[in-house]
């Protein structure tokens, strides 16, 4: 069978015109020929390629997938530069906007273009931009090249840096003609900073991004729909009155649901997984949780150590809170960063010589990591690219010596390195090596999928970035099932995150779209240093225990309040809507 | 068609339609926005131009596609479904409706084009309306006949499906081609692996085992290739709209 069947066809008359004639109304001549005019036009430009469609096809840098181009072209030539975004997650709705900003840089559209997305994804922006499409945006916060917002005419930007009044004041002085706004749910409330900012922001053209345009209500879907098109849908109260079924605006009125559709038809542009099924492969995520037992001096090291920081917590003192928390991170990392944090402790003078030569000693007498020790047997049972993080220098090297005495070929992967020697190692990994050891500076922007295992070794307490370094290889591309393994020795701080994320939460599992919602705008800081109070205050393990399980209740508690309110709402209202950039229907 | 004239066509006769005032200057455009469309510019006053060097050098607002500004131009446009009246200049009483549609094929390719349609309201016959036309200056309710209106329109469906033939045809040609391609890519893994596991039950004939496990991964595959054949018929799936966009009625 292939020969195609599949054919609707519809009659619409959305203006009433057959109506209209039988009741002998009639217009002033003026727009026929203007209707006709540019009925022919749209015909014309629904036809347009993209100018940079065949140089985005031929690129070595980008995979350009179907209904990419398909969202970018009606973005263009259908929807006068202005749409909501909200293809289901891993589809790509990044490349989606970097094909709009490109074409639109390159025909001259846009000249000057901001970007606002979480925190947590500026590099990721920042990288993805400048390999995919050559396009160099300058990000305001770790960016030497950054002067003031008016001097960069790509310029990218946290939502939260954006709202400092100093900030949203330079940026509401210029002219933008693309605003860019990632993960737009975070607009959906009217009277939050980042939506007035938005709504405010001198713009001509506004992409919103996201993958759950809708989670409580219809009167978050008029917010984010007025950015984009202010008053399209009247005033919220004439919207709710007339579409919003119940008080809470949680079910739409059936009597208008076609209606509704062809209006998001005009502004939404919303990609299935299942329509993209049959050119792209989705794989799932396996987790692997290792919490091992420490050996004894493993154990005993790293509990001395504890004990020392803890004690300097409550000090009366208040010893550095920051640096603290970075003994606490060495010590959970390998001998060698408990050794560096020993140093560093005895340095500020929370240990003295004797505890830091007695300590010493212990450490040197452990030959393997437990941790390495375990890694090691997976590795020699998998014939396949292992990508390791780890967050120290020291672990990096001790794991490398180790795994290259054994006969593996390793690179490694960190932010000492410059582009040249990062791209050389990257082909290498891909090429040759079969273990790639990477600092944090490889989590952001490169694009792994060759290789489908991955080992936290030392584990991120921001749930976002562990979410980034998956999202490294699992990712459109990867044609094997991604193995995830998260390390950690019991009674450690790592171990009680680890049980909390992996086990109780069950995240990371399938690219789910509730991650960012869940921590949305979380800086590192914030859940780390949280976390960290909570395991400094417990008086003992079991205490710490239970301060971790509270934490995790209210956490799995937010997140089915999210799932549920998202699947309620998305299954009675969106998810019916057929806004794909596929077809284009008109119910009239 | 040279898309960038037409753009210019019709947004500098939108504006004048709108009774803008419209000056020029370099390729410089400032156009003042009438009270009545100032809400919907959100702006009394509009700088554009359709050259992309005079964009560059000045603020303002280059017009090509994807540009807003002609994004609600065309907007506005599609959005009037006018009726209008118009005569011969030697009329008798014979009114004639001439259907204005949009015929928009689309699916994984696209295709459009406006059609125009004349049926006599009194024999409900199609027309060809070929002399010189001028604003009509009657009145119609006099000259309709309403309950004919359904029935003109019918017959102009007809007549426009008949008209409209060939493009389909060529469209669900190419469809059909894009679909053949897709499904013989995506498909012949399926058939090969189902082949071959087919052949290795022949080779391997005694082994009842074998022959019922693999005989099930065959039944697995072909679960496989329906869903998929299923997904790529929704991807392939054309939809036709012949909307009706305008009307003219004239006296003959």
């Known amino acids: 069978m292939t020969k195609l069947e599949n054919i609707k066809t519809r009659y619409p008359d959305k203006f009433g015109i057959k109506e209209k004639l039988r009741n002998g109304q009639i217009h002033s001549s003026e727009f026929l020929d203007l209707t006709l005019k540019s009925y022919e036009l749209l015909s014309f430009l629904r036809n347009e390629t993209l100018s940079i469609t065949e140089s985005l096809r031929t690129s070595q840098n980008v995979n350009i997938l179907d209904h990419q181009i398909l969202a970018a072209k009606k973005v263009k030539n259908e929807l006068g530069g202005s749409a909501f975004l909200a293809d289901e997650v891993g589809l790509g709705k990044t490349i989606e906007a970097g094909i709009i900003i490109k074409e639109f840089y390159i025909t001259g559209l846009a000249k000057k273009i901001l970007i606002l997305t979480p925190p947590s994804l500026l590099l990721q922006w920042q990288d993805e931009m400048l390999s995919k499409f050559n396009l160099d945006f300058v990000e305001q916060k770790s960016d030497k090249r950054f002067i003031n917002a008016s001097s960069h005419d790509l310029l990218l930007m946290s939502h939260s840096s954006a709202v400092f009044p100093n900030y949203s004041e330079a940026l509401k ?93 005009k502004i939404v542009i919303r990609t299935t997984r299942k329509e993209c099924a049959k050119y792209m492969n989705f794989t799932d995520r396996i987790p692997h949780t290792k919490i091992l037992e420490p050996t004894e001096n493993e154990a005993k090291l790293y509990e001395e150590i504890t004990n020392a920081i803890r004690e300097a917590y409550h000090s009366a003192e208040g010893s550095n809170f920051l640096a603290l928390m970075s003994y606490q991170k060495l010590a959970t990392s390998s001998t060698g960063s408990s050794k560096r944090a020993l140093f560093k402790m005895k340095m500020n003078k929370i240990i003295d010589d004797e505890k830091y030569n007695e300590l010493i000693s212990l450490a040197n007498t452990i030959q393997i990591d437990s941790k390495l020790a375990d890694l090691f047997e997976i590795i020699k049972k998998e014939n396949s690219k292992f990508l390791i993080f780890v967050t120290y220098y020291v672990t990096q090297d001790y794991i490398a010596e180790f795994l290259k005495k054994n006969g593996y070929t390793v690179t490694l992967f960190n932010g000492k390195m410059s582009p040249t020697e990062k791209f050389e190692s990257r082909k290498f990994f891909q090429n040759e090596a079969q273990i790639m050891i990477s600092t944090e500076a490889g989590g952001e ?144 | 068609m040279n898309i960038q004239q037409e753009i210019e066509k019709l947004t500098l006769s939108y504006f004048k339609t709108i009774n803008s005032e419209i000056t020029e200057e370099n390729g410089l455009y400032e156009i003042s926005i009438p009270e009545k469309y100032q809400n919907y510019f959100r702006s009394s006053q509009i700088s554009l131009t359709f050259d992309e060097k005079v964009a560059s050098e000045q603020n303002c607002e280059l017009i090509n596609p994807g540009n807003k500004v002609l994004f609600q131009i065309i907007t506005n446009c599609n959005n009037q479904g006018p009726i209008i009246l118009k005569q011969t200049k030697t009329h008798t009483d014979n009114i004639v409706i001439r259907y204005h549609f949009f015929v928009d094929l689309s699916g994984i390719h696209h ?18 309306v070929t002399e010189e036309l001028e604003p009509g200056d009657f009145s119609l309710n006099d000259k309709l006949i309403p309950e004919n209106i359904t029935k003109s329109y019918d017959v102009a469906l007809e007549e426009l499906k008949q008209q409209s033939e060939e493009m389909k045809n060529q469209f669900i040609e190419k469809a059909n081609s894009s679909f053949k391609s897709d499904f013989q890519l995506f498909c012949s893994r399926y058939d090969s692996e189902m082949r071959e596991l087919d052949d290795s039950i022949n080779e391997k004939e005694e082994n009842s085992e074998y022959r019922f496990g693999t005989v099930k991964k065959i039944e697995s595959l072909e679960k496989e290739k329906s869903t998929l054949v299923e997904n790529i018929q929704n991807k392939h799936q054309i939809l036709i709209n012949y909307e009706l966009i305008a009307a003219e009625t004239i006296l003959l």
């Open chain 1, 173 to 265: 002085s210029i002219f933008w003609d693309l605003v860019v706004v990632d993960e737009a749910h975070g607009m959906k409330n009217s009277q939050t900073h980042k939506h007035i900012l938005v709504r405010d922001l001198p713009k001509r053209n506004l992409l919103l991004l996201s993958a759950t345009p809708m989670q409580n209500n219809l009167s978050e879907l008029y917010n984010m729909i007025d950015l984009l098109r202010p008053g399209y849908l009247g005033t919220s109260q004439q919207f709710l009155q007339k579409y919003a079924n119940d008080k809470n605006s949680r079910s739409l009125n059936p009597l208008y649901r076609d209606e509704l559709q062809n209006i998001l038809s």
């Open chain 1, 445 to 588: 922007g490169q694009n792994l999928q060759f290789c489908h295992n991955i080992v936290n070794y030392d584990l991120e307490w921001n749930p976002m970035r562990i979410e980034q370094k998956i999202g490294r290889v699992h990712r459109i591309g990867q044609a094997n099932d991604v193995h995830i393994y998260n390390y950690a020795l019991k009674e450690t701080i790592d171990a009680y995150i680890l049980e909390l994320l992996f086990m109780k939460l069950k995240l990371f599992t399938e690219t789910l779209g509730d991650l960012d919602l869940m921590f949305e705008d979380s800086e590192s800081e914030g859940l780390s240093t949280d976390w960290f109070k909570k395991y400094m205050e417990g008086d003992n393990n079991s205490d710490v225990e239970n301060k971790f399980t509270t934490l995790g209740e209210g956490m799995k508690e937010r997140q089915k309040t999210i799932k549920e309110t998202i699947n309620e709402f998305n299954n009675r209202v969106f998810d019916n809507f057929d806004l794909s950039s596929y077809k284009k229907e008109d119910k009239n």
């Open chain 2, 111 to 128: 295709s459009s084009k406006l059609f125009s349609i004349d049926i006599d309201l009194k024999t409900l016959q199609p027309s060809n």
